[in-house]
T-cell receptor, first 113, second 113 residues
Framework: TQLLEQSPQFLSIQEGENLTVYCNSSSVFSSLQWYRQEPGEGPVLLVTVVTGGEVKKLKRLTFQFGDARKDSSLHITAAQPGDTGLYLCAGNLSGAGSYQLTFGKGTKLSVIP | NAGVTQTPKFQVLKTGQSMTLQCAQDMNHEYMSWYRQDPGMGLRLIHYSVGAGITDQGEVPNGYNVSRSTTEDFPLRLLSAAPSQTSVYFC????????????FGQGTRLTVV
């Protein structure tokens, strides 16, 4: 059973469109991170959300952490070809001794010019 | 700023051979970890370390050993390579397990024939 479920698995859109990808779990996380990974490279951190209900904006990217700290979403406005990549969410389980950062399988985004 | 450095970038091994994947970070991070990334499986944690001299198993530890004699270095040893260990391996470091935002190396693409 995957602790973090990401959807959709694949997404192909035209430049200029908006999109939202999701990261869901039945577990409570003390924090959630979003990463972007380009081919042949390691993941790069985009943002960390910590507080339930928190919304963070990074230029055209908006990240939201669910009120119950079990889910998160990433919304991209006016997607550009440079947004193409694998988007990964990762969470640190809430509670003592939670030393493991768990990753979802990712959403592979292709933005077509 | 070197960040997290992994060597080698590519490696081909024969079944039964052993080798060590090197990982070094220059950010004085306490927490280091090794992941493998396989198509459709996402990033899976192999081993992690919360500080020098302390290591623990992740989700998929079998066939791998680690040690952490210094803060900077966290090598991953494949004891007797198997085709199932063909994968892309990523080393990551974080300031501490309480601040799990991870910085990744560029990865090692390993093929076992």
């Amino acid at each position: 059973t995957q602790l973090l479920e990401q959807s959709p698995q694949f997404l192909s859109i035209q430049e200029g469109e908006n999109l939202t990808v999701y990261c869901n779990s039945s577990s409570v996380f003390s924090s959630l991170q979003w990463y972007r990974q380009e081919p042949g490279e390691g993941p790069v951190l985009l943002v960390t959300v910590v507080t339930g209900g928190e919304v963070k904006k990074l230029k055209r990217l908006t990240f939201q952490f669910g009120d119950a700290r079990k889910d998160s979403s990433l919304h991209i406005t006016a997607a550009q070809p440079g947004d193409t990549g694998l988007y990964l969410c990762a969470g640190n389980l809430s509670g003592a001794g939670s030393y493991q950062l768990t990753f979802g399988k990712g959403t592979k985004l292709s933005v077509i010019p | 700023n070197a960040g997290v450095t992994q060597t080698p970038k590519f490696q081909v091994l024969k079944t039964g051979q052993s080798m060590t994947l090197q990982c070094a970070q220059d950010m004085n991070h306490e927490y280091m970890s090794w992941y493998r990334q396989d198509p459709g499986m996402g990033l899976r944690l192999i081993h992690y370390s919360v500080g020098a001299g302390i290591t623990d198993q992740g989700e998929v530890p079998n066939g791998y050993n680690v040690s952490r004699s210094t803060t900077e270095d966290f090598p991953l040893r494949l004891l007797s390579a198997a085709p199932s260990q063909t994968s892309v391996y990523f080393c990551a470091s974080s300031y501490s397990y309480r601040e799990p935002e991870a910085f990744f190396g560029q990865g090692t693409r390993l093929t076992v024939v």
